[in-house]
C-alpha cells in the first residue's frame, strides 16, 4: 500500500491572535513559540516515521494556517476548498486553494457565503465509506449536498450542539477497522441517532468528558497508529483491545487555539472506498414565504430560530421591508434539513407560524388513505388551532372544524379531488376507513393574525390590545378591568362566553361571585369535573368545602363526611336538576345554572368520588360534551383547573379569546404558549379574581360604559 500523505504547516508564525472559539478565549498571545515548535516536531516526526509529510509554507498574519485541516476535504483527486466562518481565517482560503491546484488537485470553489471549514467538518467513514459531515457552527448544512455532487459520496449530516466542539473533528473520529471514536453529548438527538443506525454498537467507541476536552477524538489514525494529545488509561485500553497503538504526543500549546493532532493534518489521499456509493441527493429544501409585521412582531426571528433549533439551517433569499409601519415585509427562506424526518417537523412548525410554502407553493396536498379505522396514515400532517387551508386539485379550501391535534379529513365530492370537496378536522379516534387524509406539509398554509406592536394598542375592538402573555398580581386589576369591558360587550351583542372550572373556585371563596355570573347572564355554559359540583353542593348544603368552613377558614369536626354526604344526596335525588326541583338544593353555582337554563358538562375522571349522576364517566363522550358546548364560544373563562382548561384549549380554535387564571404560573404559561394573541394569562387567586370581576361588571351595570385605557398606551381619543 502506498504511503500515506499528510500535509502540515509549521508554527513559525503560529500564536493566538483573536478569538474564534471558546478555547483562545483567554489565551491571547498566551502560547509560547519555543514549545509549540516543539510539540509540532515531536507530532511531525511521528507521521513521517508512518507517511508522508508535505508542507505548505507559514505566512505571517495567519496564524490558524498551522490547522491544515481546514483547507479543504479531498477526496481521491478532488478537493472542496474551505470558506471560512470567521473573517479572520478568510485569508488562508487562497494559500490553500494555490498549493492544492500546484499539486495537481481539482479544487471545488463553492458559493461565496457558504461557510464550511474542510476536513474539519467532513470525515470519510473508514468502514461504510461515507462522509460524515458536521454543521452547527463553522459550516453550513446547505454545503452538504455540494460536498455530495463534489466528491461523488454520500454525505451525513451531523449537527454539533457545545461550541468547545466546534468542528466535527474535535469530538469525532472514525478509525481504520470501521470503529468510530466520538463523543456523543457534542450531537444533537437526531444525530445521535444516525450515528446509531448506521454503526452497530460494537463499531461505536464512545469517550467521557475528560478525554474529549483532552482532544482525544481529534485523532490521527494511520494504519494501527492513534496519534493524539492525551487519552485516559481506560481510552488507551479500550483502543488497544481493537489492535489500535496509542501514540500521544503533547500538543497543549495548540488546545489553547481549539486545535490539536487532526486539526493540524489534513490527509491528501483519502481514497474512495468500493462500498462507496455516490447515493442520491434527496431534496431536502424548501423555499417559504412569510408576510406580515415580520420585524414588529418578532416573527422572522422566531421563525429563524425555529429553524436552527429543530437542527435546519437556511437562507433569506429575500426581505422586504414594509416602508410604512402599517406596510408588512415580506420573505422568502429557503429551508435546508439534515433529513426528511426534521424537514416534516420543521415546515409544519413553519407553517403553524403561518408560512406559506413559497415558490413550492403550486403544490397540492399529498393524500393518503385511511386502512385501519381509528388509525391515521403515517405522517399524517397534525391540526393546530389556526385557520388551515389544503390545496386540493389546485384550490385552497379552509378546514372546517378548527381545533388541534387531528387529522384533515377530504370530504364530499365525487373525484379525490374534484369539485365540491371540504376538509375537516376529525379526531384520529373517528377515522374511518377510505377516509382521505393529508399527510406531508405540501400544500398547506395557517392564517396568523399577528399585529405589529403598535397596532395592538390602537385596536379597542378585542384583547389584542392586551398582548399575549402572563401577567402578574401587578397587572390583575388592570386585566380584570379589560376582560370585564369585553365580557360585558359580548353578553350585550347576545355572544356566547364559555366557563371553565375547578372546585378551587369554591375553596377560594369564588362561588358565590361564580353564581352570580351564572344569574345575570354572564355564562353560556360551565364545564368542569365532578369536584366542583361536589364542593358546590356542599357549600350549599352545609357551608363548606372538602369539610372546611368558607366563612371561618377552619375545618369543622367531622367535615371531610360532608363531602360523601353532599353526594349522597344527590344521588339520592337523581342528579342536580332533580335535586333543585325537588327543592333540596337552593342556591350555589349549579342552582344557578338549572334555574337559568345554563347547560354544563362534568367529565369524570379516575379520582372522583361518587360520582354525582350528572358527571360523564365516558370520557370520549365527555370530550364530544364539551367540543359541542364550546362551539361557537366568543370567550373562554379558565378558572384554575389544569385538566380541564388544557383539555379545553385543544378544541378551541385560534380568534376564540381565552383567559386563562391560576394561582400556578405553569398552568398558566402552558394556556399563553399556545401563543394564540387571544390568550391571557392571569396568575392569582381564583376567589380574588373573580371577586374583582363581579366588582368591576357591577360599575360597568351602572354606564360606566368607556373602554379601560390599554396597558402602555395613551388614552383613547
Ligand atoms: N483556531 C482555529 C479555529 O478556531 C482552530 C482550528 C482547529 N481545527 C480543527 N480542524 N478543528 O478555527
Redesign the pocket.
Known amino acids: 500500500m502506498a504511503e500515506p500523505r499528510i500535509l502540515m504547516c509549521a508554527p513559525s508564525h503560529y500564536d493566538v491572535d483573536y478569538v ?2 471558546p ?2 478565549e483567554g489565551n491571547l498571545h498566551r502560547s509560547s513559540k519555543a514549545l509549540a515548535m516543539d510539540q509540532w516536531q515531536g507530532l511531525c516526526a511521528l507521521l513521517q516515521q508512518r507517511g508522508r509529510v508535505e508542507l505548505i509554507e507559514p505566512q505571517p498574519g495567519l496564524p ?1 494556517l498551522v ?1 491544515t ?2 483547507a479543504a476535504v479531498v477526496v481521491e483527486n478532488t478537493a472542496v476548498l474551505a470558506r471560512f466562518f ?1 473573517p479572520e ?1 478568510q485569508g488562508e482560503e487562497p494559500w490553500f486553494g494555490r498549493w492544492l491546484e500546484s499539486r495537481g488537485f481539482q479544487v471545488v470553489q463553492l458559493p461565496q457565503d457558504l461557510p464550511f ?1 474542510g ?2 467538518d467532513a470525515l470519510l467513514d473508514r468502514g461504510g465509506g461515507w462522509l460524515w459531515a458536521g454543521y452547527g457552527f ?1 459550516s453550513e448544512l446547505a454545503a452538504h449536498p455540494l460536498l455530495a455532487r463534489s466528491l461523488g459520496v454520500e454525505v451525513l449530516s451531523l449537527r454539533l450542539i457545545d461550541e468547545r466542539f ?2 466535527l ?2 469530538c469525532f473520529c472514525p478509525l481504520s477497522d470501521g470503529t468510530l471514536l466520538y463523543y456523543p453529548p457534542a450531537f444533537d438527538f437526531y444525530s445521535n441517532r444516525l450515528i446509531e443506525s448506521r454503526l452497530p454498537a460494537a463499531k461505536r467507541l464512545a469517550v467521557g468528558e475528560a478525554d474529549a476536552l483532552a482532544f482525544a477524538c ?1 485523532a490521527v489514525n494511520l494504519g494501527d497508529a492513534v496519534l493524539l494529545n492525551q487519552a485516559s488509561a481506560s481510552l488507551r485500553q479500550q483502543l488497544e483491545a481493537r489492535g489500535f497503538t496509542v501514540l500521544e504526543t503533547p500538543l497543549g500549546e495548540f488546545l489553547k ?3 490539536a493532532a ?2 493540524l493534518t489534513l490527509r491528501l489521499d483519502e481514497p474512495r472506498l468500493p462500498t462507496t456509493t455516490a447515493a442520491p441527493i434527496p431534496d431536502l429544501s424548501r423555499t417559504v414565504r412569510l408576510q406580515g409585521h415580520l420585524l414588529d412582531t418578532g416573527l422572522i426571528n422566531r421563525a429563524l430560530d425555529q429553524i436552527v433549533e429543530a437542527g435546519g439551517s437556511f437562507q433569506v433569499l429575500d426581505f422586504t421591508l414594509g416602508q410604512q409601519r402599517h406596510s408588512p415585509s415580506s420573505a422568502a427562506i429557503r429551508v435546508t434539513a439534515p433529513n426528511g424526518a426534521v424537514l416534516g417537523d420543521l415546515m409544519a412548525e413553519l407553517i403553524a407560524m403561518g408560512a406559506d410554502s413559497g415558490d413550492d407553493g403550486d403544490r397540492d396536498a399529498a393524500l393518503a388513505t385511511v386502512e385501519q379505522a381509528g388509525v391515521a396514515p403515517d405522517d399524517f400532517y397534525v391540526s393546530t388551532i389556526y385557520p388551515t387551508d389544503v390545496r386540493i386539485g389546485g384550490r385552497w379550501l379552509r378546514v372546517e372544524g378548527q381545533r388541534m391535534d387531528s387529522a384533515l379529513v377530504v370530504v364530499g365530492g365525487s373525484e379525490p379531488k374534484g369539485p365540491g370537496q371540504r376538509v375537516e378536522c376529525r379526531l384520529l379516534r373517528d377515522l374511518r376507513c377510505g377516509d382521505s387524509v393529508v399527510v406531508g406539509v405540501e400544500g398547506l398554509r395557517t392564517i396568523r393574525r399577528d399585529q405589529p406592536r403598535e397596532g395592538r394598542e390602537t385596536r379597542q375592538t378585542d384583547f389584542s390590545f392586551m398582548g399575549a402573555g402572563v401577567s402578574s398580581e401587578r397587572r390583575v386589576e388592570l386585566v380584570v378591568e379589560q376582560i370585564a369591558w369585553e365580557w360585558r360587550r359580548i353578553r350585550d351583542r347576545g355572544g356566547k362566553v364559555v366557563v371553565v372550572a375547578g372546585p378551587v373556585v369554591i375553596h377560594t371563596g369564588g362561588g358565590v361571585h361564580l353564581t352570580r355570573l351564572v344569574r345575570e347572564g354572564y355564562v353560556q355554559a360551565l364545564l368542569g369535573g365532578n369536584a366542583i359540583a361536589v364542593h358546590d353542593v356542599e357549600q350549599a348544603l352545609m357551608g363548606t368545602s372538602l369539610g372546611v368552613d368558607l366563612q371561618q377558614g377552619v375545618a369543622v369536626h367531622g367535615g371531610h363526611r360532608h363531602h360523601l354526604q353532599a353526594i349522597n344526596t344527590i344521588r339520592r335525588c337523581g342528579g342536580l336538576a332533580e335535586a333543585v326541583a325537588q327543592g333540596v338544593l337552593r342556591q350555589g353555582i349549579f342552582h344557578a345554572c338549572v334555574q337559568h337554563r345554563v347547560p354544563f358538562v362534568l367529565a369524570g375522571s379516575i379520582r372522583d368520588d361518587g360520582p354525582l349522576p350528572d358527571t360523564e364517566m365516558d370520557l370520549i363522550a365527555a370530550q364530544a360534551a364539551y367540543a359541542r358546548a364550546l362551539a361557537g364560544a366568543d370567550m373562554v373563562l379558565m378558572l384554575s383547573s389544569m385538566l380541564h382548561a388544557i383539555g379545553v384549549g385543544n378544541m378551541t380554535p385560534a380568534g376564540v379569546k381565552l383567559v386563562c387564571v391560576d394561582i400556578n404560573p405553569a398552568v398558566v404559561t402552558k394556556l399563553s404558549d399556545r401563543g394564540s394573541l387571544e390568550s391571557v394569562g392571569v396568575v392569582t387567586d381564583v376567589g380574588l379574581f373573580l371577586s374583582l370581576l363581579v366588582q368591576q361588571l357591577g360599575r360597568l351595570e351602572q354606564g360606566w360604559t368607556a373602554p379601560p385605557e390599554p396597558m402602555g398606551a395613551a388614552a383613547q381619543p
Request: some cysteine; glycine content about 12%.
Open positions: 474564534i472559539n478555547w483562545m490558524d490547522f485541516a481546514n470567521h481565517r471549514e476536513a474539519g463553522r466546534y468542528h473533528d474535535t481529534n487555539a481549539g486545535g487532526k486539526c
